[in-house]
């Protein structure tokens, strides 16, 4: 019964959705402005049906309802609370109407906080995000209906995933979704500017929160997906290029370029056909990313099972939002104003520089991503594009970006002058050597690693030092100070990194990093669902033990790499199966790992704080 | 801003709904088994009912088909009905994996029983051998011995018919 009350709710969300996109356009066919005040009450109860949607389909998870279909395929009665919960959305169905809910949700906060906008604005606003809606409930009802039923119920479960079983992973499709669904409204905005011929009051600022809410949003989903990558996978790696990684990336890198572009519109100082040209292209790229993983044209880890006819569907909507809203831009796109009253040497200049290389870069990752379709179809067989490619041209590409990052914030809007800043440039310049000098004991890379974070942190520095900054001004500096942190816990686990493999008996050692790891014992110990193989790995000051799992239902062996972290580094161990000849044991020293996750968490926390900051009024008149 | 410049973001997004949308229902070449065109691995294990082993040496000469399967495993349901249909145009070997064999023999008689002889393979020996990373998985032996196709997943009514059977005559 909860069951199908959960269905109606999505068809009754779908109708809100068709009754919030057509109702403006109603009210003025029918020469009533009246209907047009029903927007925001659609918006707010579209967002309701579908929280109530995604609350009937964990019910069933959380009651092991085997007689729903996706509930027999994705979860078993033995399987903890945590990630029955989770399975709700470790599938396409599920993780489809999550994506739906999120939209609606989204629909129905803008509906809910003004922001001072003028009503012609947030209207528009809304009817483009029921628009949207409509769009992919109408996905979620014609193709992925997650409340399908199946007769006989069966008795139990197909299980899940072990790999899945981590709350990294239950946690991480989420937030991430929160994050590419977020920028969804950056993107309504857009074309309610592009709809109107202007983008009129609060505009700028609008687009700067709701960006920011999704960049933190991404921001945290992209760095616990990484962090899982490099616990449960045993690779020792915490970054693949695999296509999906990317289809995060690429909508981060256009939010990123986004917040900063906006700025400058927001002061007078900046192209509003650009803001608007990367609001549109950000959440293109959140939709590519879910084409890819839901069509089945490529192969990954992350790709849910590929159905033809959601593949025509998802690429159908895709080609209607996209193109669609680039058509509109090509033909409205003139009337939006540029204030190109900026010198290239001012914030405004460096901005605008920094946000094209952001555009680039994601242009790049984007060619890398897509290249083995086009090589496909073309009949060159199938090729991966790995990590060489992409660390061979973003890498370089991020170097201007993050030169600029270091300086940028501390030049004027309109106009500036580099003697006036030159005294804060041999600053900035001397920490960059100094991390230099430190990073060239190990490799020219870390030179270059080290002496960008630690221009990065003195930028900074020399930033806040000068004046007590805003609170919109301390998040920027944390969320700067994140990426510099971030910037040197790459660099030193992958330039500093050591490892060592061997098969070893127990008593056996290998040497690594200037220290012998003994394998000192392995042990079966059994878990809930599972039988591990438990190793103890030693060395002085350190005791690791990594596990292999054996699970039952379905029958999988998963890795669990033990990981010791200090903040100098991760010492990290994997085992393989034993044998009788001994058990092959890798150790990896990664010096500064830790730093990454820290440097994200900072970043995310800026981020948060900068959302906070409320502006003052002769302020805000004045932007205005 | 000249006008044309404008339309540049449609035109690149225009390539590349061509380039992801040619893919589209074309599903990749299956990545094909290291082990398709190779002498099928060895194996020895003890039988399920009566004394003996199942040696994969004894299928020489003739074409069979060797079905991974076990009693916890769901998917193995769906399939058996197209076992018990295709035993009776071809030799089918059962591997019990990871199986006590009172539930093997419980799920069998329950179910109907389209193998031959069925080798129990407790603790993944001759599985892992035979690079299985799950149930049901079909190996199809040509009397050479050597692997002609390997299905993995659930094999459905429409494989058998049109990709099985005719490579089983076409090996005999």
């Known amino acids: 019964m909860i069951v199908e009350a959960g269905l109606f709710a999505v068809i009754l969300a779908g109708v809100l959705a068709a009754l919030q996109a057509l109702a403006l356009p109603a009210a003025r066919l029918a020469g009533r402005p009246a209907l047009a005040g029903l927007i925001p009450a659609a918006a707010a109860a579209q967002a309701l049906a579908m929280l109530a949607a995604m609350a009937a389909l964990v019910y069933a998870f959380v009651v092991s309802d085997f007689s729903v279909r996706v509930v027999f395929e994705n979860s078993h009665t033995a399987k903890p609370m ?17 994506w739906a809910a999120l939209l609606s949700l989204f629909g129905g906060l803008t509906a809910f906080w003004r922001q001072g906008l003028p009503a012609a604005m947030r209207l528009r606003v809304l009817a483009v995000q029921g628009l949207l809606s409509f769009g992919v409930l109408a996905y979620v009802v014609l193709t992925s209906n997650p409340f399908d039923r199946l007769l006989p119920a069966p008795f139990e479960g197909r299980g899940l995933n072990p790999l899945l079983q981590d709350p990294g992973l239950a946690f991480h499709p989420p937030l991430l979704y929160v994050g590419s669904v977020g ?34 949003f991404l921001t945290a989903g992209i760095a616990l997906g990484s962090a899982w990558a490099y616990a449960e996978l045993g690779w020792g790696g915490w970054w693949f290029w695999d296509p999906v990684e990317n289809s995060a990336l690429m909508p981060w890198l256009t939010a990123t370029a986004l917040i900063h572009a906006v700025r400058g519109v927001e002061r007078k100082g900046g192209v509003e056909g650009w803001v608007v040209l990367l609001a549109i292209l950000g959440f293109g790229f959140s939709l ?28 159908g909507l895709f080609a209607a939002i996209e193109g669609g809203a680039l058509v509109l831009y090509a033909l409205r796109g003139h009337r939006l104003r540029s204030h190109v009253a900026f010198a290239p040497v001012s914030r405004d200049g460096a901005l605008l520089l920094n946000t094209v290389l952001l555009l680039v870069a994601t242009g790049v990752v984007l060619f890398g991503t897509v290249y083995p379709l086009l090589a496909e179809s073309l009949g060159l067989g199938r090729i991966s594009v790995g990590a060489p490619f992409f660390d061979a041209t973003v890498m370089p590409l991020m170097v201007p970006v993050v030169v600029l990052m270091t300086f940028g914030p501390m030049m004027k809007a309109g106009r500036d002058d580099l003697r006036r800043l030159a005294p804060r440039l041999g600053w900035i310049a001397l920490a960059a050597l100094a991390g230099g000098a430190v990073g060239m004991i190990w490799t020219w890379k870390a030179a270059v690693g080290f002496g960008l974070a630690a221009a990065v942190a003195a930028g900074v520095a020399l930033a806040v030092g000068r004046r007590r900054p805003t609170r919109r001004g301390l998040g920027m500096a944390i969320a700067h100070l994140g990426f510099a942190v971030a910037l040197a816990g790459i660099t030193g686990g992958s330039q500093l990194a050591a490892e060592a493999i061997a098969r070893l008996p127990v008593g056996g050692s290998v040497h690594a990093g200037g220290r012998d790891f003994t394998l000192a014992e392995v042990r079966e110990v059994p878990g809930p669902n599972y039988i591990a ?48 000849e001994g058990t092959v044991v890798r150790v990896f020293l990664k010096p500064l790992l830790p730093w990454l996750w820290a440097g994200a968490a900072m970043m995310s926390l800026g981020g948060g704080l900068a959302l906070t900051a409320r502006m003052s009024p002769s302020r805000r008149r004045r932007e205005e | 801003m000249r006008r044309w410049r404008l339309w540049l973001p449609l035109a690149a997004f225009a390539a590349l709904l061509a380039v ?41 000469g003739r074409a069979v088909l060797v079905n991974v399967f076990g009693s916890w495993c769901v998917a193995c349901v769906e399939e058996h009905p197209v076992l018990l249909e295709a035993a009776r145009s071809a030799e089918i070997v059962g591997i019990a994996w990871r199986d006590k064999p009172e539930d093997t023999r419980a799920w069998l ?16 020996r001759a599985v892992l051998d035979l690079g299985v990373t799950g149930a049901p998985e079909t190996f199809v032996v040509g009397p050479d011995g050597r692997v002609a196709f390997k299905l993995t997943g659930v094999m459905t009514p429409e494989i058998w018919r049109d990709r099985i059977r005719p490579l089983l005559e076409s090996l005999k």
């Open chain 1, 82 to 98: 945590l990630y029955k919960v989770s399975a709700a959305w470790g599938h396409h169905e599920g993780s489809l109407l999550l």
């Open chain 1, 533 to 580: 193989t438990r190793a103890r790995v030693t060395a002085p000051g350190i005791d690791l033990t990594p596990e292999i799992r054996a699970y039952e239902t379905p029958p999988q062996t998963t890795t669990e790499a033990a990981v010791r972290s200090t903040l100098l580094g991760d010492t990290y161990a994997v085992i393989g199966d034993p044998t009788p």
């Open chain 2, 20 to 60: 992801v949308g040619f893919r589209v229902g074309k599903p990749e070449a299956p990545l094909p088994s290291p082990l398709v065109g190779k002498p099928l691995p060895a194996f020895s294990l003890p039988l399920l009912e009566g004394e003996g082993r199942l040696n994969s040496a004894d299928f020489a």
């Open chain 2, 109 to 124: 008689a329950k179910r109907g029983n389209p193998y031959r002889a069925v080798g129990v393979d407790a603790d993944s």
């Open chain 1, 183 to 216: 920028v969804s409204v950056a993107f309504a905005f857009a074309i309610a500017a592009l709809w109107r011929g202007e983008l009129g009051p609060g505009w700028a600022r609008a687009v700067r929160f709701w960006t920011l809410v999704a960049w933190v």
């Open chain 1, 288 to 315: 590519l990313g879910m084409f890819l993983v839901r069509s089945g044209v490529l192969t990954s880890v992350h790709a849910f099972a590929a159905d033809p006819l959601r593949g025509l569907f998802i690429l």
